[in-house]
């Protein structure tokens, strides 16, 4: 399928590992011109270059820009950075890096301050700088959000209180500017298997005495398909989901979980 978009921009943020980098290489690939951005410089330059060695594609149509998602002065100046650089904007995915596991008990006020910026207001930030352009001719916006916020855990107060923010920020904005040829979605990872899953399996299995092995095979055995799910595989909904190929999507969650939500509504 033609995604439509080798004439588009995009800006994907905290896209220099794991599922933000899995999506701007999918785009890439499909012919977007795209800046990727995250707060480390020199994690952007080397996957940057990383990508450009792997996909067959105009190197100069990929590009980075720092943007600590903690400090709303550098998410200001990489997003009007980088649109400049792409001479406008058609399609934003925002990223945002997981909370840490805490549960209420354990959590600070000051946690609670971090996490907000680090996960709604920038999100809410990118957008607001986003939608001027996006509304000059229509354009997407892709919100990455854990499909566990269906199912919040004692250990995951942080996210749970935000990231159903992002969600609901995502049907406001759609139905606010669907007349503005704006789309507005989101796409929910679980079982995606990144660095963070594999963090996630080791600690499984030193919290519970089993190998990696038995680790992994427990994450897999509580999904449907039986298996984890690969980066690829992401970066192909995601690309979708944002392309003029999904054109009457918005208002949306797409689910890329291996059926684990399968049982909601």
């Given at each position: 399928m033609?995604?439509?978009?080798?004439?588009?921009?995009?800006?994907?943020?905290?896209g220099?590992?794991?599922?933000?980098?899995?999506?701007?290489?999918?785009?890439?690939?499909?012919?977007?011109?795209?800046?990727?951005?995250?707060?480390?410089?020199?994690?952007?330059?080397?996957?940057?270059?990383?990508?450009?060695?792997?996909?067959?594609?105009?190197?100069?149509?990929?590009?980075?820009?720092?943007?600590?998602?903690?400090?709303?002065?550098?998410?200001?100046?990489?997003?009007?950075?980088?649109?400049?650089?792409?001479?406008?904007?058609?399609?934003?995915?925002?990223?945002?890096?997981?909370?840490?596991?805490?549960?209420?008990?354990?959590?600070?006020?000051?946690?609670?301050?971090?996490?907000?910026?680090?996960?709604?207001?920038s999100?809410?930030?990118?957008?607001?700088?986003?939608?001027?352009?996006?509304?000059?001719?229509?354009?997407?916006?892709?919100?990455?959000?854990?499909?566990?916020?269906?199912?919040?855990?004692?250990?995951?107060?942080?996210?749970?209180?935000?990231?159903?923010?992002?969600?609901?920020?995502?049907?406001?904005?759609?139905?606010?500017?669907?007349?503005?040829?704006?789309?507005?979605?989101?796409?929910?990872?679980?079982?995606?298997?990144?660095?963070?899953?594999?963090?996630?399996?080791?600690?499984?299995?030193?919290?519970?005495?089993?190998?990696?092995?038995?680790?992994e095979?427990?994450r897999?055995?509580?999904?449907?398909?039986?298996?984890?799910?690969?980066?690829?595989?992401?970066?192909?909904?995601?690309?979708?989901?944002?392309?003029?190929?999904?054109?009457?999507?918005?208002g949306?969650?797409?689910?890329?979980?291996?059926?684990w939500?399968?049982?909601?509504?």
């Amino acid at each position: 399928m033609d995604l439509d978009v080798a004439d588009k921009s995009a800006i994907v943020l905290a896209g220099s590992k794991g599922l933000g980098r899995a999506v701007a290489t999918q785009l890439f690939a499909e012919g977007a011109s795209v800046v990727i951005t995250s707060s480390d410089q020199d994690n952007l330059a080397d996957t940057v270059q990383e990508i450009r060695d792997t996909v067959d594609e105009n190197p100069d149509k990929l590009q980075y820009r720092v943007c600590d998602l903690t400090d709303p002065d550098s998410i200001e100046s990489g997003m009007t950075g980088a649109i400049d650089d792409l001479g406008g904007l058609d399609i934003l995915i925002t990223n945002h890096g997981g909370p840490p596991s805490r549960t209420f008990a354990e959590t600070t006020l000051e946690e609670f301050d971090d996490v907000y910026q680090g996960v709604v207001r920038s999100t809410v930030q990118a957008c607001k700088i986003a939608l001027p352009y996006l509304e000059e001719g229509g354009g997407s916006i892709t919100n990455l959000v854990a499909a566990s916020a269906l199912e919040p855990n004692v250990s995951g107060s942080l996210a749970n209180v935000f990231r159903p923010g992002v969600y609901g920020l995502s049907k406001t904005m759609a139905n606010e500017f669907g007349g503005d040829g704006i789309r507005v979605n989101c796409v929910a990872p679980r079982g995606i298997y990144t660095d963070r899953i594999e963090y996630k399996i080791d600690m499984l299995a030193d919290e519970e005495g089993i190998s990696i092995e038995e680790a992994e095979q427990q994450r897999e055995e509580e999904l449907p398909l039986s298996r984890l799910g690969s980066p690829e595989e992401f970066g192909r909904a995601v690309a979708f989901v944002a392309s003029p190929a999904a054109g009457f999507t918005t208002g949306s969650i797409l689910h890329v979980d291996g059926g684990w939500s399968s049982s909601a509504f």
